[in-house]
């Protein structure tokens, strides 16, 4: 199992609910030490697209209260038709990122949307997410 950052498999955020000029969506694919932090209210989602359609086993989320998190796909190339793949429940980790690792088994997609549904505080910030394949 390889992890891959979204920067490296060509993958960039192409949609988000909210954006902070100063934390903006594309910080979540750089994998330094930006992130993306939303504007409030729920839920918040964005979506990643793939160079290409891209087999997963699992991404790694690394972020800050998320309670809720649900992912979808698709395959189809203008983000559409999308279907759950998953949904997971983060604990609280005070003062720490929360680092969770999301089976997608074996999922292929062009496009992946996280859903924040809710979350421990009216902001979350998500840092990095890395894929395994």
Avoid: C
């Avoid at 998190?69 to 999308?82: G, V």
């Avoid at 690792?101 to 979350?124: K, P, W």
Wanted: proline share 2%; aromatic share 8%.
């Amino acid at each position: 199992m390889t992890d891959s950052s979204l920067s490296s498999l060509g993958a960039k955020v192409v949609v988000a609910s909210s954006g902070d000029e100063n934390h903006p969506p594309e910080n979540i694919t750089d994998g330094t030490e930006t992130f993306w932090m939303s504007t409030g209210m729920f839920p918040q989602e964005f979506i990643v697209r793939f160079a290409e359609a891209t087999t997963m086993s699992a991404v790694t989320v690394d972020s800050y209260n998320v309670k809720h998190l649900r992912i979808e796909k698709t395959a189809s190339q203008n983000a559409s038709q999308f279907e759950l793949v998953t949904e997971k429940e983060f604990g609280h980790t005070e003062g720490h990122l929360q680092s969770n690792v999301v089976s997608l088994n074996g999922s292929s997609a062009t496009h992946l949307r996280f859903i924040i549904t809710t979350g421990y505080d009216h902001f979350v910030s998500v840092h990095r997410v890395t894929v395994q394949n």
